[in-house]
């Protein structure tokens, strides 16, 4: 808390809760300036995320409280910037990598890939750079879903540049073999191989890179949790108790090798007719709200199961740039801020929960 914070504004700051940060901005660490001159309030706030959708909305919502509050006219300036958060103990920053977010789940089958995809691009459209790694050696679905099949240039034969799609600079062993060959691999040939893959990108200058795991709490993906530096992970699961038990165990995996887990999303939430637009709950209710609840970590938000996500991934083209103004790209890009959010401005009280459908 700074004493050139002018009383009066420091009250409204302190009282002004951010919905994405989800504390105030006087605790969150956010506010750089709070002066009173004559009858203007001059406010500067600095958030550790990309929030080039946010920082409008929020300049717009705490102007209006401090006129209200003092009368004042305000002057809010707002700005981000993404800075490299703690890793493992044992683990040091990746060179040109600021932070590395793994997407995970307990089992195959609930959308995981799909939802790694979009949220590396929901970064992307908040201004971030972000990268994308598809560390599912077994089933590389990135290529797909990015809709490229170049394969990786190298300067020198050793180190590979990443191969531009969407804007992302993404990495796959999909990009590297035929996509019609099995990868016979036992796991320690993967987990050598995965390593290869993160350490000989020539990654360029990312705030994010965000790794699609493979699935599942086997030997592969916990020598990966160990080995990788990440600063944080955000567990996928679909509402029904099979899967909700597969989540928590790599929920719980996380925690056990000392990386935070950011929150939970809830995919295939509710099934939307496309012809009626009757809603059906057909894989439950609740279920990511329960594990969140019992866990300790944070919802971030929920997803439908909608044909027209899966056929703009199948396609190449994801949600959040298929169809920007959808529902469902907005819900992606809510949920993808308030997991960095939470990274940049640690723990917090409550997320507003996130639910989209077609209404």
Known sequence: MSASFAPRLQAVLAAFVDPLIGRD????????????QGRRALVELELGFPAGQHVPVLA?????????ATGLDCDISVRWRVTPHAVQKNL??????????????GKGGVGKSTVAV????????????????????????????????????????????????HGLQSMSI?????????????????????MQLLTETRWDDLDYLIIDMPPGTGDIALTLSQKIPLSGAVIVTTPQDIALLDARKGLEMFKKVDVSVLGVVENMSVFCCPNCGHQSAIFGQGGGDKLARETGV?????????????????????????DPASAAAQAYRDIALRAVARLAHGEVD????LSVSDD
């Open 174 to 194: 999909g990009y590297l073999i035929d996509d019609s060959q099995p990868t016979i691999w036992r796991g320690p040939m993967v987990t050598s191989a995965l």
């Open 350 to 353: 409550a997320f507003p929960s």
């Open 298 to 322: 944070e919802l971030l938000g929920r997803l439908p199961l909608d044909g027209r996500i899966r056929e703009q991934a199948d396609g190449g083209t994801p949600t959040v740039v298929a």
């Open 118 to 165: 979009n949220l590396a691009l929901a970064l992307q459209a908040e201004g971030a750079r972000v990268g994308l790694l598809d560390a599912d050696i077994y089933g590389p679905s990135q290529p797909r879903m990015l809709g490229s099949s170049a394969r990786p240039t190298s300067p020198d034969g050793k180190i590979m540049n990443p191969v531009i799609a």
């Open 92 to 105: 040091r920053p990746l060179a040109q990598i600021r932070n590395v977010i793994a997407v995970a789940s």
């Open 60 to 68: 717009a919502a705490l102007g209006e409280r401090i006129e209200q």
């Open 25 to 36: 901005l006087i605790s969150a660490g956010v506010v750089r300036r709070a002066e009173e």
